[in-house]
């Protein structure tokens, strides 16, 4: 049974910082490309970054940086000065061309003072 499981969420001032994490079991990241996205209240989901491609969306460039470590099979979002508008709930993600791609529960991140 495949599970992504993200940690780290929580409540954070404004100019804070956070980092999250997704723990895989089930797959081997390796075979995946690894990706978090978020959904703030009333919006849709929408893609962070990418692993492989280090894709950002403009708002977070420059204070979000994406990583994975392959032996705890465990990718991470690490964000910097921290907006109330990054205030979203975090989605992990794995995704491999021709497979099932699979969603973690998400994790709740709070900008706030």
């Known amino acids: 049974q495949v599970q992504l499981v993200e940690s780290g969420g929580g409540l954070v001032q404004p100019g804070g910082s956070l980092r999250l994490s997704c723990a895989a079991s089930?797959?081997?990241?390796?075979?995946?490309?690894m990706a978090w996205y978020r959904q703030a209240p009333g919006k849709q989901r929408e893609l962070v970054a990418r692993?492989?491609?280090?894709i950002f969306t403009n708002s977070v460039k420059g204070r979000f940086t994406i990583s994975r470590d392959n032996a705890k099979n465990t990718a991470y979002l690490q964000m910097n000065s921290l907006k109330p508008e990054d205030t979203a709930v975090y989605y992990c993600?794995?995704?491999?061309?021709?497979?099932?791609?699979?969603w973690g529960k998400g994790t709740l991140v709070t900008v706030s003072s």
């Open positions: 089930g797959i081997s990241i390796v075979d995946y490309e």
């Open positions: 993600n794995a995704y491999r061309y021709g497979y099932t791609a699979y």
């Open positions: 692993v492989s491609q280090i």
